[in-house]
């Protein structure tokens, strides 16, 4: 929910674990506990899509739940999460935008080893859109009061017996069915591509077809639709830039336009997961949308420079469930 810092500020003193996002200004001024946090203005309230920076959005972590720990995460031991991760819980991340974390966990996340089998969840944090290369988005530690703009954060969390943790997604688009497009060279920026196996300059390729770049290029990633999303075309240095690495080995195809997002996103939401513990959609869905004042079902949380859902996603809604094992 979102809330005053007042009454974030009580939570934290009445010993819940907390996840947070908000503004810089409000996340230093909180006091110490168990809680982690990252910068963001954008969210998905209780009576639709707003941008605020006198308000945090609140998480409480599940009520048959403990924290295990806080940590911080480097570019060179973003590894160590998984070993890290508990055997029955979840790991809740969040990563600066553009720090020397976010590309590294953007290029590496998808090859550490048991990345798939326990649940990571989080998100990128980012800034105002009018704040873009004049403030860093940052990340909090609440047990220390600390913040990084080069760092990852992330709080481990403990189930009790007979509790799991499940990540979904929830992703409205699909492969066109236009040419299939792959690439010789991984990254976040790319020149060259290959065009139904036709090497080309992958900006004039853009240009040529007059494609929309609001729709991401989409790839199958064993049975998952995963986006990567255009940031910018620079036709003069023919080199595109992305939100997410491309990999090679990997076939791509431009989405298929969606033409209600906010029916289309009702309608994706699986039977039983409409009001999961966390959740957290992108700010490229929340522009290309229109989502100001708009809401998408029962779905809440921070709108965000990129979801967390073991690896990064992009244009994506990430959700965390906790559902009863029976045992």
Not at 21 to 45: H, V
Not at 148 to 157: G, I, L, P
Request: proline letters at 6%; aromatic letters at 10%; glycine letters at 10%.
């Amino acid at each position: 929910m979102l809330a005053n810092i007042a009454t974030v500020a009580s939570k934290i003193n009445s010993g819940k674990s907390l996840f947070l996002a908000g503004d810089e200004s409000l996340l230093k001024r909180l006091p110490q506990g168990d809680w982690i946090g990252g910068t963001i203005p954008y969210f998905m309230g209780e009576t639709g899509g707003v941008t605020t920076k006198d308000k945090l959005f609140m998480t409480e972590a599940p009520a048959d739940s403990s924290v295990d720990r806080i940590a911080w995460y480097g570019e060179g031991d973003l590894q160590r999460l998984v070993p890290d991760s508990p055997d029955n819980g979840f790991s809740f991340l969040i990563i600066p935008a553009t720090s020397p974390a976010h590309i590294a966990y953007a290029r590496n996340a998808p090859s550490y080893e048991g990345i798939f089998l326990k649940p990571i969840i989080g998100w990128i944090a980012g800034v105002h859109l009018d704040e873009l290369g004049k403030v860093p988005p940052k990340v909090f530690n609440g047990r220390t009061g600390e913040s990084s703009e080069a760092k990852a954060v992330a709080m481990h969390v403990n189930l009790k017996r007979g509790k799991q943790a499940s990540i979904g997604i929830v992703n409205l688009f699909h492969p066109g069915k236009g040419e299939v497009i792959s690439f010789e060279e991984e990254g976040f920026s790319v020149s060259d591509c290959l065009v139904d196996g036709k090497k080309t300059n992958f900006a004039e390729y853009l240009a040529s077809r007059k494609v929309d770049t609001r729709l991401p290029l989409v790839a199958d990633y064993a049975g998952a639709m995963v986006n990567v999303s255009f940031q910018a075309v620079d036709e003069r240095k023919k080199t595109v830039n992305l939100y997410a690495p491309v990999f090679k080995g990997v076939q791509y195809r431009i989405a298929e336009p969606v033409p209600d997002y906010v029916k289309s996103f009702s309608a994706s939401m699986p039977p039983g997961s409409v009001n999961p513990v966390f959740a957290c959609n992108c700010i490229l869905n929340f522009l290309y949308a229109g989502l100001e004042g708009k809401k998408t079902g029962s779905i809440t949380g921070p709108i965000t420079f990129g979801e967390i859902a073991y690896q990064l996603v992009n244009q994506t809604l990430a959700y965390l469930d906790i559902s009863n094992t029976g045992e």
